[in-house]
T-cell receptor
Framework: GENVEQHPSTLSVQEGDSAVIKCTYS??????FPWYKQELGKRPQLIID?????GEKKDQRIAVTLNKTAKHFSLHITETQPEDSAVYFC??????????FGAGTRLTVKP | SAVISQKPSRDICQRGTSLTIQCQVD?????MFWYRQQPGQSLTLIAT?????????ESGFVIDKFPISRPNLTFSTLTVSNMSPEDSSIYLC??????????FGEGSRLTVL
């Protein structure tokens, strides 16, 4: 089955700096790679996703890149703000089957 | 997008008892997924609930401990049986939206004393 590894486990940045979180996956058949943000006490919420037919996707201050050959994908947050502080999870799956999640990254943005 | 209603939102339970969590979706879906999130941890799939067939359990999870019902295309229940403190977690119901997004309910936070 799919195995997703995520790094780093914690990340602290100064407001305005960029943050990068990286994930690798094991199943070459995986074709969907979402990123979730989970604030304290709340459900995980999708913030951006990418499918295997594209290499990069951007939505305002967040972007995701995918390298299918190396089986890794990354989340980039630019101009970080204190409200970006949360736990971020990457995930991977194939054709809407069971989704496998990374271990999570606790991002702290210091004002 | 779909709306998922989970009940209870939280509960405090005694060791050895069982608790059933309900998940109601506002549209018909083929598969419903139950995840566990232990304190400070990631999301782990417990099982996939299909209407009209037995749930499919992931390695490490068994039907006797986590029985699941799926009586129709909009509803499912997860029971946590014979609870111990190690079962203290958030249990989340989820479904796929037509966009392909895996959408989560608000979760049920269980504390077992």
């Amino acid at each position: 089955g799919e195995n997703v590894e995520q790094h780093p486990s914690t990340l602290s940045v100064q407001e305005g700096d960029s943050a990068v979180i990286k994930c690798t996956y094991s199943d070459s058949a995986s074709n969907y790679f979402p990123w979730y943000k989970q604030e304290l006490g709340k459900r995980p919420q999708l913030i951006i996703d990418i499918r295997s037919n594209v290499g990069e996707k951007k939505d305002q201050r967040i972007a995701v890149t995918l390298n299918k050959t190396a089986k890794h994908f990354s989340l980039h947050i630019t101009e970080t703000q204190p409200e970006d502080s949360a736990v971020y999870f990457c995930a991977a799956n194939y054709n809407n089957n069971d989704m496998r999640f990374g271990a999570g990254t606790r991002l702290t943005v210091k004002p | 997008s779909a709306v998922i209603s989970q009940k209870p939102s939280r509960d405090i339970c005694q060791r050895g008892t069982s608790l059933t969590i309900q998940c109601q979706v506002d549209s018909q879906v083929t598969m419903m997924f139950w995840y566990r999130q232990q304190p400070g941890q990631s999301l782990t799939l417990i099982a996939t609930a299909n209407q009209g067939s037995e749930a499919t359990y992931e390695s490490g999870f068994v039907i006797d401990k986590f029985p699941i019902s799926r009586p129709n295309l909009t509803f499912s229940t997860l029971t946590v049986s014979n609870m111990s403190p190690e079962d203290s977690s958030i249990y989340l119901c989820s479904v796929y939206l037509p966009t392909g997004e895996l959408f989560f309910g608000e979760g049920s936070r269980l504390t077992v004393l």
